[in-house]
């Protein structure tokens, strides 16, 4: 065993986290929900996410059997939905094609939806003791600062670069340990910003602390722009709440219900018309919404309609009234639009 893997064991031992509650099993479906919940997310948010979920899902089959849309709604407010609908696809392949078993190779895992080659490895290492290398986020930059690699950690050749000393270092037992080792003294000691350095154990051979070189390792991303988006919706309501259309399974909010986009050079008494509805007098506008994506930034403009009228018959869209909300997947930017929603009597319409 290397130095660097016995430091780090050791310190995990007596420094590490170990009361987090998806530590107290190997049971590879829990696991691997909460690797998948963490994957961009900190872990106080993903604590009451995933004791919820793990109360209505307690086992891979109750999460196969289940419908999407229940998912959806138990990760609501999560972001990134994408790995919510992985989640349970894969569930399904494990079903249909593993017996039921949950695969115990990294390389057999990481074949289903949604899960990566450093997830499988994690879930390899800690439920089945394979030697397998991680490098998510934190341990990229880990192994970055330690051993001084420039350039940034997204392309493939420093990627490539990092996996390769990854490897290098794994001990050859002790893995699942050194596993947690490592995501531990990324999550908690090397931070992205304001590292502990003196709180580190591996500091004393670290290159970016002996050259104080710890805010600039790793390379940081190019800058680059933000795009700007803008998109009008339609809050139509009526006797049976307001009007839901499940958005496609591709793209963003992928597969959860939100307020339907009015079309482009369409104002939205127009394009309730076209939805079969009739609006009681004017449009009225609400304050826009602005919601921060990875990649872009989006300004929600809200066109409120009272409207008569109600049969549609395309399973895609539905009425749900504010008892419905918290039992169906919302985009959060849409939620906070249907929590500040003025009642009936506060809308003053604007001709």
């Given amino acids: 065993m290397s130095q660097f893997a016995q430091t780090l064991i050791a310190w995990q031992a007596r420094h590490g986290r170990h009361g987090l509650p998806w530590q107290a099993s190997r049971d590879p479906y829990t696991v691997w929900l909460s690797e998948i919940m963490l994957q961009q997310t900190q872990v106080d948010t993903v604590i009451p996410y995933y004791q919820r979920f793990l109360a209505r899902f307690p086992t891979l089959a109750s999460l196969a059997s289940a419908p999407v849309d229940d998912v959806l709604a138990l990760w609501s407010g999560l972001g990134y939905y994408a790995r919510a609908r992985n989640l349970h696809r894969a569930a399904r392949e494990v079903m249909t094609h593993h017996g039921g078993q949950f695969p115990q190779s990294a390389a057999v895992i990481a074949t289903l939806p949604g899960i990566g080659r450093s997830t499988a490895a994690a879930i ?167 919601h921060a994506f990875t990649h872009f930034r989006l300004t929600l403009e809200a066109q409120l309609c009272e409207v008569a009228g109600s049969s549609l018959h395309d399973p895609r869209w539905r009425w749900a009234d504010a008892r419905a909300w918290d039992e169906l997947g919302l985009p959060t930017p849409i939620r906070r639009l249907l929590d500040g929603l003025p009642s009936a009597t506060q809308v003053s319409p604007q001709a």
């Fill in 124 to 290: 390899a290492a800690f439920c089945f003791g394979e030697r397998a290398a991680i490098l998510d986020g934190n341990v990229k930059r880990v192994l970055a600062r330690h051993a001084g690699i420039e350039g940034f950690p997204g392309t493939r050749a420093i990627e490539q670069s990092l996996w390769a000393l990854a490897e290098s270092l794994l001990p050859t037992e002790g893995v699942a340990h050194y596993t947690q080792a490592m995501m531990d003294l990324g999550a908690t000691v090397c931070t992205r910003s304001r590292p502990h350095c003196q709180r580190c154990p591996v500091a004393g051979t670290c290159v970016a602390h002996r050259e104080g070189r710890e805010s600039t390792l790793p390379t940081p991303r190019p800058p680059r722009a933000i795009p700007e988006r803008q998109s009008r919706v339609l809050l139509a309501r009526g006797e049976l709440g307001v009007l839901l259309q499940r958005r496609p399974d591709q793209g963003i909010w992928g597969g959860l219900h939100a307020l339907p986009e009015i079309p482009e050079g369409m104002d939205a008494q127009a394009y309730a018309q076209t939805l079969g509805l009739r609006c009681h007098g004017p449009a009225v506008p609400l304050a826009p919404i602005r």
